[in-house]
């Protein structure tokens, strides 16, 4: 089956600019995560959907971060305006109903600098 | 408070020789456990689970993890590592009553000819 697809893979920006990724889960998959992988970290999560509403956003910078999922499938996170310490890795992943014993799958990221 | 932690940021290894990977984990309440597998410009692989019964867990290419609730540790070996084992390591949790995996910091595994 067809994994989940991230888009763009790599993004140069300059601070104060904005930026979007974009993000198709595995098909039906109710699911869909954000995560931030900073440099050097564990993957930290941003935002998590259930079909196309919002179960836990607690962590996502909200003055400058934003994302939607829209019909319960794709998904965009925005950032504006960009911060150098946006500079990251940003993993969109999806799973079955909820999280317990569901494996997450994660795509290959979205690779972020901010200069 | 819960959180998950990964004391080796690197562990360099011989081919062919064994190798553990360290993974503790804090919390009151009961938990899940993962290991994920990042190769080089990838995104994350699920590489094993713990969610309930067996306390040993193996994945199809050699790797197996222990569920120690005592210890509260979930630590990673192999007994002969590869090349191609040269990856980032990643422990994760979600702990009962969370919605989202709790991951530790990574450890990277560099395997030498």
């Known amino acids: 089956e067809a994994g989940v697809a991230q888009s763009p893979r790599y993004k140069i920006i300059e601070k104060r600019q904005s930026v979007a990724f974009w993000c198709n889960p595995i098909s039906g998959h109710a699911t869909l995560y954000w995560y931030q992988q900073i440099l050097g970290q564990g993957p930290k999560l941003l935002i998590q959907?259930?079909?196309?509403?919002?179960?836990?956003d607690s962590q996502l910078p909200k003055d400058r971060f934003s994302a939607e999922r829209l019909k319960g499938v794709d998904s965009t996170l925005k950032i504006q305006p960009a911060k150098l310490e946006d500079s990251a890795v940003y993993l969109c992943a999806s799973s079955l109903v909820g999280t317990h014993g569901n494996t997450i799958y994660f795509g290959e990221g979205s690779w972020l600098t901010v200069v | 408070a819960q959180s998950v932690t990964q004391l080796d940021s690197q562990v360099p290894v011989f081919e062919e020789a064994p190798v553990e990977l360290r993974c503790n984990y804090s919390s009151s309440v009961s938990v899940y456990l993962f290991w994920y597998v990042q190769y080089p410009n990838q995104g994350l692989q699920l590489l094993l689970k713990?969610?309930?019964?067996?306390?040993l867990v193996e994945s199809i290419n050699g790797f197996e993890a222990e569920f120690n609730k005592s210890q509260t540790s979930f630590h990673l070996r192999k007994p002969s590592v590869h090349i191609s084992d040269t990856a980032e390591y990643f422990c994760a949790a979600v702990f009962s009553g969370a919605n989202n995996l709790f991951f530790g910091t990574g450890t990277r595994l560099t395997v030498i000819p």
């Open positions: 713990y969610l309930s019964g067996s306390t």
């Open positions: 959907f259930q079909n196309n509403g919002v179960v836990d």
